[in-house]
């Protein structure tokens, strides 16, 4: 069994915010692979499915994002999960809108989510950082992180979830490389060439030659004529 687990703070006046991506990211995988409907549990809202052959639950901690890890922790501890069976997807301000990145461990980077999942079970889950960019100051990035996403995000927004979803089964079964791909296809579709090659051109004609027939042989006779003309 393993838990995702998706970050972001209760209610819906934060339901568009960039940092609720992660609770996005749940909701796309939820509905497309037919789990169970939500339930509040572990101070939080669960559900679970299956993704591929893999049975997984899924967990929106609800306790708002800086005491994340309570929920977290209670789950883990009630279904006798380690570390290494939970996946945080969550927020990437160090990542362009669009991009995605798989990391096992390692810090939590000052996001206040991962903070207290760390000081609740440890850094050594698996992560799903997925890019809004930074605002460019320090400063800004409570109110960035705060903020709906701009209209403009919409599209980017929209292929990044469907693919996070594609590659869920994957994701569960460990193949991180495989999940990569499929989110891959949908942010980066490959191109399709539809221009035909240009036909190769023709060969010029010979060109003519315009010079003067050559005369036939004339007789000595002729010759002797010539001279008195």
Known sequence: MQLFVGLGNPGAQYAGNRHNV???ALDRIAGDHGFAPWRGKFQGALTEGR???????LLKPETFMNRSGQSVGEAMRFFRLAPGDVTVFHDE???APGKMRVKQGGGHA????LRSIHAAIGPE???????????????????YVLHDFAKADADWLDDMLRGI???APALAAGDAAKFATAVSLRTNPPRSST???KPAAAPDPKPETSGPAEEAPRSPL???????R
């Open 165 to 167: 979803s594609d590659g």
């Open 195 to 197: 221009s035909k090659p």
């Open 22 to 24: 992660g609770f996005m």
């Open 110 to 113: 000052g996001h206040n989510g």
């Open 125 to 143: 889950y698996r992560r799903v950082r997925i890019g809004i960019g930074h605002p460019g100051h320090k400063d800004a990035v409570s109110g």
């Open 51 to 57: 993704l591929g052959t893999e049975k997984v639950l």
């Open 222 to 228: 002729q010759r002797l004529a010539d001279r008195f």
């Open 93 to 95: 301000l160090d990542l």
